[in-house]
């Protein structure tokens, strides 16, 4: 804000702008831009507006990269490039396999990478989930959809109106995820995965069964176990 008196243009501008978000547009899109650890990314409707916890996972997986060299990571669902993009950002020594099944998402985290400067490290790939990857990957880091069809409706109209629907309305997407991951893990690789609020103690018990050690619950910014975690024997 300034004493500058707006022109006509500047005016009419503002009104767009402040219409879109009175029709509650998330304030993401209706600037274009949105901060996400050390970066800003480029995000609209394409793909989710990068969220605080996924601050945590990227956090999470510089964790278990530390002291690797020139670890390789998968990212499944790259949606905006958020993790990818942070991850090659924050690990100059790691390269990283991108995939998403939707081309809009792919053409977003693209021009995400040529914006940060980070496309030499991000390789990005259309396919669903793991299909046509080979490892071995010392990590796995997925964000997969994760609200039920019937809580759906309740969300707020940010997500409901704007927010691509097959990022958000999945049930159960980390189970094939998980069980797949331990195909292109090198021993020793680690998944860690997002889910929703109330979800990781059956996530957590899930990667156990599924022969995961060193699982882990990691709570989000608000205290609640967001990030789950486990290891390939």
């Known amino acids: 804000a300034s004493d500058k008196a707006l022109s006509s243009g500047e005016a009419d501008r503002l009104r767009a702008l402040d219409e879109r978000r009175r029709a509650r547009e998330p304030l993401a899109y209706v600037l274009g831009e949105w901060g996400f650890r050390r970066l800003t990314l480029g995000v609209d409707g394409r793909a989710l507006v990068p969220r605080p916890e996924t601050e945590v996972v990227v956090e999470r997986c510089l964790a278990r990269l530390a002291g690797l060299m020139s670890p390789r990571v998968l990212d499944i669902g790259v949606g905006s490039g958020a993790i990818a993009l942070a991850i090659a950002d924050e690990h100059p020594g790691a390269s990283i396999v991108a995939v998403d099944r939707s081309e809009g998402a792919l053409a977003l985290a693209r021009e995400n990478a040529a914006r940060t400067g980070l496309e030499a490290r991000v390789t990005l ?105 486990g290891r390939r024997p």
């Open 125 to 229: 790939r259309h396919g669903d989930l793991l299909d046509g990857v080979a490892g071995p990957f010392d990590l796995v880091v997925a964000n997969p959809p994760y609200v039920s069809a019937a809580d759906y409706p309740s969300l707020q109209p940010e997500i409901r109106l704007f927010e691509p629907r097959e990022a958000v309305v999945g049930d159960g997407v980390w189970e094939p995820i998980a069980a797949r991951a331990r195909g292109v893990l090198a021993p020793g690789g680690t998944l860690v995965l997002e889910c929703g609020d109330g979800q990781a103690d059956g996530v957590a018990a899930g990667l156990r069964e599924l022969g995961y050690e060193d699982v882990l619950a990691t709570p989000d910014l608000a205290g609640r176990p967001r990030v789950v975690e």
